[in-house]
């Protein structure tokens, strides 16, 4: 809820956006609270709309932009862009030592007086920005489908499937890059799951698995596991 005008004015349900830097007013709000705005030349008043009591006075400034002038401490409801910013971005996000050395000169006709800002980075700029780290080099290559299968068991999930099924299962092949995604209701099932795909795919073009690479996850690390790769 915003108050405005010392508490006379109230508007309700204010929605609140991390990015916005400025409030916003809703006109119709403050209409729909019984209030009338008259816009004018040189301002626009709120008064109430059973009585005609002014409430709220604006002026409007030379940006042609009306500002409420009495509203309650520490409030501000203009959403305005600093000049400085504003002509940042109409130059092309032009760097500011070059957008100050700009007004210096006065190569633009009418361009207000713009000065650095105290913070002239934005953090989209900063991202654009980074350096990519290089990848490391692969320590294996493969030649051949099924000699190296990477995998790994995601899960559980907020929202089940169709099916109830709570996890997936990934297989990839390191040379073909083939994948493929087996569903499971429960953690115990990813072994006789690995069971299964490895008998299709390697009935399928008469290969055998010759390595099974995992993060180390505790459904592959155990006894049964262990004696079936042996």
């Not at 309650?72 to 600093?82: A, D």
């Not at 490391?136 to 190296?148: A, G, M, N």
Request: net charge positive; aromatic share 12%; charged share 30%.
């Amino acid at each position: 809820m915003v108050k405005i005008n010392d508490g006379k004015i109230r508007s309700e349900e204010v929605l609140f956006v991390i990015a916005l830097k400025q409030n916003l007013l809703s006109i119709s709000q403050i209409c729909d609270k019984g209030n009338d705005l008259i816009f004018k030349k040189h301002g626009c008043e709120i008064q109430r709309e059973n009585n005609g009591k002014l409430m709220v006075i604006s002026i409007r400034t030379s940006g042609n932009l009306y500002t409420l002038s009495n509203i309650s401490k520490g409030l501000y409801l203009l959403g305005k862009e600093s000049d400085d910013w504003l002509w940042h971005k109409r130059l092309g996000h032009i760097n500011f030592e070059s957008l100050v050395n700009i007004f210096s000169k006065r190569v633009i006709r009418d361009i207000p007086s713009i000065s650095k800002p105290s913070n002239d980075i934005f953090d989209s700029y900063q991202k654009g920005k980074e350096i990519w780290a290089r990848l490391k080099v692969k320590e294996y290559y493969t030649s051949k489908p099924l000699e190296i299968i990477h995998t790994d068991l995601c899960g559980p999930m907020r929202t089940q499937s169709i099916n109830e099924d709570k996890y997936f299962m990934l297989f990839i092949d390191d040379y073909s890059r083939m994948t493929w995604v087996q569903f499971l209701k429960h953690k115990f099932e990813a072994f006789q799951m690995f069971k299964a795909f490895k008998n299709q795919v390697e009935n399928h073009i008469e290969r055998k698995i010759k390595c099974l690479n995992s993060d180390r996850g505790g459904e592959f690390i155990s006894g049964e596991i262990s004696e079936f790769f042996l």
